[in-house]
């Protein structure tokens, strides 16, 4: 069984939303920084957004976001899932996405211990 696994891509018109979904397993999600990356055609892998918490034993949760997509996507996550709510879909956001998990900061992140399969999102009228 994948220790995350994506579900909520596929094809929207430009101003759109999707909701992408990734469920944990095996793994406390907790004790990592879980977020997104996303891989255009011809593009390097990037990370777009995560979320953690300041430490294990605090409910203070906080978010990166890479500055193209601030305003327009939302990281939140429960117990055993993280979400990212992508609203104002550009035909720039086509990528395949993926859910990941490990260290992640305010700068960004800087290492992945879980990735998921990945999911396609594409966004054209």
């Known amino acids: 069984q994948l220790p995350l696994v994506e579900s909520g891509g596929g094809l929207e018109q430009p101003g759109g939303s999707l909701r992408l979904s990734c469920a944990a397993s095996g793994f406390t999600l907790w004790y990592y920084a879980i977020g997104w990356f996303r891989q255009a055609p011809g593009k390097e892998r990037e990370g777009i957004s995560c979320i953690y918490s300041t430490s294990i034993s605090s409910t203070d949760e906080i978010t990166y976001y890479a500055d193209s997509l601030k305003g327009r996507f939302t990281i939140s996550r429960n117990s055993a899932t993280v979400y990212q709510q992508m609203n104002s879909l550009k035909p720039d956001d086509t990528a395949v996405y993926y859910c990941?998990?490990?260290?992640?900061?305010?700068?960004?992140?800087?290492?992945?211990?879980?990735w998921g399969q990945g999911t396609q999102v594409t966004v054209s009228s």
């Open positions: 990941a998990a490990g260290d992640c900061d305010g700068d960004g992140w800087k290492r992945v211990v879980y």
